[in-house]
């Protein structure tokens, strides 16, 4: 028989059934008594058919058009019409015969499910009294919990209430009330804690919690060493770290993850975002600050629709920008609803640890969220720039819309059109107009923020969605907010899955703790510190990783949900990043501002669509800052990050995967990046401990490891030292290169100030001889916008003088005919803001914009090599001279100032269109972006220099310019080497990456 005719056999049999339920309901009882008694007895029948029949069977999926939400849908029956004869035999009554039988409820996913016989009986005895049926009772398949889905009455639903603090036997050991609820489960089981962890391992483990960096040698003697009790030292620590602007960047970290936080727009061009940086600075200023929770739901969410908004409150909204954003979608008007389920997804997520995403096509399949609640949600984010506009704007307002020049959001309009509710989520089939207001998610909320009113230029709806989220009596958002502060410090939430609150999601395993803490933050004033200061002052987390007992107690409790000992974990991907930065001695530890792109290896960028614009990294100096800063770029992800588990960037996410893998360790023993922290590391050793093996030991463990080695691993240490160095001191030497000429193979271009310029009257540039073959001589025939010639420009020679103000020079020809090709130039920049450009062939006119080759300098002091490389690197010389030399071949661009590499990229330049008019001291015909400052000398060649001839040539411009260069570094020695392989060996130790 076929499921539907199944349900139309049950459809019949129900209305048989019911009639003389209508009887029983409309002559009435004779008493109240028998009134109270038959609704308690019908209370066990609807338990029944809420947890097995509604699934199927209610108002919002009636299968054969059958519903059993009550009396009159029952008696109306289904598809197949009335099915009704007095007298017959209950035996012969079709609901009862296909329950036992097994048929109903029907198989899921092949398993039966057949009825408890006791559940049987039930329906049984009630069909035999006469099917009472209470009068105006309506069942909802989500008034109760049942064993397949979760109903109002679940858990995380109920509201928030204060419990008692336990009474423990072991007093001595409580520090504060969570060591009390956590202590009575123990002891209820019989299990004792583990030892507290010694203070050398206990300052470890604060100082990556709460600041993700690690302690020095210093810092961990002087806290070891400490004479006062260790709750005072610990609670003076505790609150030094706190107070630290480090703990913004640790906690920021971690909100940025479910924020989705990416500087980039995804999909296949993966546009940048410009400012997001701006939202990570400020999730660390309101950690720093402790800004209440509640306000910091409210402003991300609506910073810019209340009372006092301000830019930074504006810049809180980027949390609503940062998804994904796709300027080219299949269908224009399917993305709108995609766009508004990342906007859903990532509240709700984020702030109340609900799947509130699974109702956009129909009701949550397992939690008391109606197909409209989602739609109540989204309906907060409808007057934002949800339609298609203008590709420029990413997906987000314009900045006269937002009131400033940040990534943030705003409405668009204060009324928008109706929000429609969609069958199965597609935008051609709508069901009915979703009213803006609360969700009914929580019934007692239901309408507590009362209907907005729109402002001129906000509807106010994200505004009343905040308040609904941070109203007191919500029993989520605190809930859900204390467990991810415990899972921070602890591994894992009291709830572990802690972005999800609901049926499918791991109950709590200290439900009472939970909602001690969740109340403490409310009546606390929502402040973070006060809770994560609870929890690292506890003994729970003051416990040691080992337990004596641990094989007995493992085997009633190997997930550790009692908490009886601390789970020793793997730093995450920031944390050993920053652990070798901070060791090596290398970490710049500036704060805020934009972010750096590291290093990525040629390979990595294979895999992408556009390598030619994919990836400048920055100077080497920017790349030694925290991890926090370095540029998230969802299309490319820095390998050694994902490695170690980095965060997926296009949904939120509470709690990232932990894994131990080979690739790992290949990573570590491989990466470039770790290899210079070991050769740093080395150096900073020899520093501290001089030539003495023992002694570099010794400060080797002490620097990277907080401690002393043992007997037996300086043992191991020294042979691994001799090894290494009889291995470094057989390799073979380096030939010792030949001098190598000035190159002149291949130049186009060769003007000198000191040689060859005609001047007018006035000392201003009227030609400028090209002392190359190609002749490409330099003229200006306007005298208003002629250079002028300095005899003693830099250092005694003389340079041509642009002032900034439209003056340039044209150059005959096409200087540059190879996509391969070495820029280079002796100047000075006297320009502070905005593009310089020394050398350019940009023409609108013929179509050369984007594809034009150009030289110069832009913003404070970065360099510009083309659009395609452009922005990068950091002059060091100020406004002093410098040489600058840009080059592209066919495997890379790169570019130098004096003989420090400023920038690279494992990839070149796009191709260039070399074919229109080149100029010097402008922006090709642009009329603008002129060169302020002085130029002594320029050189084009027409192909890449090799190393050799861009250092000979570097020496020789040195030399006659007088411009310092600061000198080369010496090739290590055997000794330097063998103590950076020990250096390396440690920064791969499991010690280094894990945490007790």
């Not at 109706?418 to 019934?443: C, E, H, Y």
């Not at 999601?505 to 200290?510: A, N, T, Y």
């Not at 010097?920 to 190393?947: K, P």
Request: aromatic share 8%; proline share 7%; glycine share 8%.
């Amino acid at each position: 028989m076929s499921p539907l005719s199944d349900f139309r056999g049950l459809s019949v049999c129900f209305r048989w059934l019911f009639l003389p339920a209508l009887v029983f309901v409309l002559t009435g009882l004779s008493g109240q008594g028998e009134l109270k008694g038959a609704s308690e007895s019908f209370e066990k029948v609807a338990d029944v058919l809420v947890r097995r029949c509604l699934e199927c069977h209610s108002d919002h999926d009636s299968s054969g058009s059958l519903s059993l939400t009550k009396l009159g849908n029952i008696l109306k029956g289904g598809d197949s019409g009335p099915a009704f004869e007095a007298g017959l035999p209950i035996e012969e009554n079709l609901i009862l015969s296909r329950v036992r039988s097994g048929e109903m409820p029907p198989p899921l996913k092949g398993q039966p499910r057949p009825l408890p016989p006791e559940e049987i009986e039930i329906l049984t005895a009630w069909i035999s009294s006469g099917a009472a049926w209470p009068e105006g009772r309506v069942l909802d398949p989500y008034e109760r919990t049942t064993d397949v889905r979760g109903g109002r009455d679940f858990w995380s639903l109920q509201p928030i209430r204060r419990p008692s603090i336990p009474s423990v036997k072991a007093t001595h050991w409580v520090a504060n009330p969570v060591d009390a609820f956590i202590l009575a489960r123990l002891e209820a089981a019989s299990f004792s804690p583990a030892p507290p962890a010694p203070r050398a391992v206990l300052i470890r483990r604060l100082y990556f919690d709460l600041i993700g960096l690690p302690p020095t040698a210093e810092e961990i003697t002087n806290y070891v060493e400490d004479p006062r009790s260790d709750g005072v030292v610990k609670a003076e620590l505790v609150e030094r770290l706190l107070n630290s602007p480090h703990f913004g960047e640790r906690w920021a970290r971690q909100w940025l993850d479910l924020a989705r936080y990416a500087e980039t727009s995804g999909y296949e061009r993966d546009q940048e975002k410009p400012g997001a940086w701006k939202y990570r600075d400020w999730v660390v200023n309101a950690a720093n600050a402790d800004m209440p929770y509640n306000r910091f739901i409210l402003e991300q969410i609506a910073g810019d629709e209340i009372p006092d908004r301000t830019e930074s409150s504006v810049i809180a909204t980027g949390f609503l920008r940062l998804g994904t954003w796709n300027d080219e979608p299949n269908d224009p008007e399917e993305y709108k609803y995609d766009r508004l389920e990342d906007l859903v997804n990532v509240t709700c997520t984020s702030f109340i640890g609900l799947t509130v995403k699974c109702a956009r096509c129909h009701d949550h399949k397992f939690d008391p969220i109606l197909q409209s609640d989602y739609y109540k949600v989204a309906a907060a984010f409808w007057a934002g720039p949800i339609e298609a506009r203008q590709r420029e704007l990413l997906g987000g307002p314009s900045k006269e819309e937002l009131g400033f020049d940040v990534l943030g959001w705003t409405d668009v309009t204060a009324t928008p059109s109706d929000l429609w509710m969609l069958k199965k989520g597609d935008p051609k089939r709508p069901m009915a107009v979703v009213s803006p207001g609360t969700p009914a998610i929580v019934a007692s909320l239901t309408s507590a923020v009362p209907t907005p009113r729109p402002t001129e230029n906000s509807s106010q709806r994200r505004r009343q969605l905040a308040q609904w989220i941070t109203d007191p009596a919500h029993p989520l958002t605190a809930r859900v907010f204390v467990n991810r502060l415990w899972q921070s410090h602890f591994g894992k939430g009291l709830v572990r899955t802690s972005d999800n609150f609901g049926f499918t999601g791991d109950l709590p395993s200290h439900p009472e703790l939970l909602d001690w803490l969740a109340s403490e933050f409310q009546q606390e004033g929502w402040r973070p510190k006060h809770i994560h200061r609870l929890l690292v002052l506890s003994n729970t987390y003051g416990q040691s990783s080992l337990h004596p007992a641990a094989q007995q107690i493992e085997s009633a409790d190997a997930g550790n949900r009692l908490w009886w000992r601390f789970d020793r974990h793997r730093l995450d991907a920031e944390q050993i990043r920053d652990r070798m930065l901070a060791v090596s001695g290398a970490i710049d530890l500036r704060m805020g501002g934009p972010s750096f792109k590291p290093t990525v290896s040629a390979e990595a960028l294979e895999g992408l669509s556009m390598k030619s614009n994919a990836w400048n990294a920055s100077p080497p100096d920017e790349q030694r800052r925290r991890s926090l800063y370095m540029y998230s770029k969802r299309g490319l992800l820095p390998p050694l990050m994902t490695t170690f588990d980095f965060v997926e960037t296009t949904l939120p996410c509470g709690q990232r995967d932990v894994s131990t893998v080979a690739p790992q360790a290949l990573a570590l023993m491989n990466n470039e990046f770790v290899h210079e922290q070991s050769r740093l590391l080395a150096k900073r050793i020899e520093g501290l401990a001089g030539p003495d093996d023992q002694a570099r030991i010794q400060a080797a463990w002490q620097t990277t490891l907080g401690r002393l080695p043992s007997p037996t691993e300086i043992a191991a240490a020294q042979s691994h030292l001799t090894k290494q160095l009889e291995r470094f001191s057989h390799l073979p030497k380096p030939k010792k290169t030949e001098p190598v000429d000035i190159p002149q193979r291949g130049v186009t271009l060769h003007l000198q100030a000191s040689a060859g310029v005609e001047r007018d009257a006035s000392g201003r540039v009227i030609r400028w001889k090209d002392d190359s073959a190609g002749n490409h001589n330099a003229t200006q025939p306007d005298p208003d916008r002629r250079p002028q010639w300095v005899a003693d420009g830099i250092n005694g020679k003389p340079v041509i003088r642009f002032d900034g103000r439209r003056q340039f020079l044209h150059l005959e020809g096409q200087v540059v005919t190879s996509q391969q090709f070495t820029l280079v130039a002796v100047a000075r920049d006297q320009g502070t803001e905005g593009h310089r450009t020394l050398f350019s062939n940009w023409n609108g006119g013929a179509g050369n914009s984007g594809t034009s080759l150009f030289f110069g300098t832009t913003s404070k002091s970065a360099v510009r090599l083309s659009d395609d490389f452009s922005g990068v690197g950091q002059l060091r010389s100020g406004k002093e001279p410098f040489l600058l030399i840009g080059q592209s071949n066919a495997n890379e661009a790169r570019i130098f100032e004096n003989l420090t590499e400023l920038a690279s990229r494992s990839t070149p330049l796009a191709p260039r269109n070399l074919g229109t008019n080149y100029v010097l001291g402008q922006q090709g015909n642009i009329d603008g972006e002129y060169w302020q400052g002085d130029l002594a000398e320029i050189i084009v060649f027409d192909r890449s220099l090799s190393g050799e001839e861009r250092i000979a040539l570097t020496r020789e411009l040195s030399k006659r310019y007088e411009i310092p260069l600061s000198a080369a570094p010496a090739e290590p020695s055997p000794h330097e080497l063998a103590l950076a392989s020990l250096c390396h060996v440690l920064l791969n130790s499991n010690e280094f990456i894990y945490v007790d």
